[in-house]
T-cell receptor, first 111, second 112 residues
Framework: DVKVTQSSRYLVKRTGEKVFLECVQD?????MFWYRQDPGLGLRLIYF???????EKGDIPEGYSVSREKKERFSLILESASTNQTSMYLC??????????FGDGTRLSIL | AQSVTQLGSHVSVSEGALVLLRCNYS??????LFWYVQYPNQGLQLLLK??????LVKGINGFEAEFKKSETSFHLTKPSAHMSDAAEYFC??????????FGQGTRLTINP
């Protein structure tokens, strides 16, 4: 079974902090994705990556950046956290054609 | 923009009753379509997928969905609801390049 592991289930940070969310997958998948999930809005794509050191903007990249130095790891970075970035963040990976496999999510609160 | 619309943000059924969760998509070409389920405090788990071929797709936990091109629909059904089916359900389409577009989700409640 594919395992997508997000480093934290719950995280509380302060406004202005730089925040790192980590995601690791164990199935040698090329593709990795970061979403945020908000009530009534479903999942929205922040960034994705098809290969190491490669990244593409999704639908809502503003205020975020990503890093993919190794194939199995995809990090989401909030450069200067703001309260409107309080949300559930989900990481996913896939091999060529989807379906995507999801981690359990990180519930991030920005105070 | 191509999109996915789930009709009804909340659906409530009695245990043993039919479950019907509606999903419509907009697309200029036949899409790949998916249903995912999310249990509380967990990530999304794939229920079923449609790529090509048979339009009636069977998934896990007794769920199935039918791709209807003429109606641009991919509704999810289960003949008899179980308490363990209570969760949030997401319909999604692959818009190409392995990117998924999700509907807003439908929360399913099962009444005893």
């Amino acid at each position: 079974d594919v395992k997508v592991t997000q480093s934290s289930r719950y995280l509380v940070k302060r406004t202005g902090e730089k925040v790192f969310l980590e995601c690791v997958q164990d199935m040698d998948h090329e593709n990795m994705f970061w979403y945020r999930q908000d009530p009534g809005l479903g999942l929205r794509l922040i960034y994705f990556s098809y290969d190491v050191k490669m990244k593409e903007k999704g639908d809502i990249p503003e205020g975020y950046s990503v890093s993919r130095e190794k194939k199995e790891r995809f990090s989401l970075i909030l450069e200067s956290a703001s309260t409107n970035q309080t949300s559930m963040y989900l990481c996913a990976s896939s091999l060529y054609i989807s379906p995507q496999h999801f981690g359990d999510g990180t519930r991030l609160s920005i105070l | 923009a191509q999109s996915v619309t789930q009709l009804g943000s909340h659906v409530s059924v009695s245990e043993g009753a039919l479950v019907l969760l509606r999903c419509n998509y907009s697309s200029s070409v036949p899409p790949y379509l998916f249903w995912y389920v999310q249990y509380p405090n967990q990530g999304l788990q794939l229920l079923l997928k449609y790529t090509t071929g048979a339009t009636l797709v069977k998934g896990i936990n007794g769920f199935e969905a039918e791709f209807k091109k003429s109606e641009t629909s991919f509704h999810l059904t289960k003949p008899s609801a179980h308490m363990s089916d209570a969760a949030e359900y997401f319909c999604a389409r692959d818009e190409g390049a392995q990117k998924l577009v999700f509907g807003q989700g439908t929360r399913l409640t099962i009444n005893p």
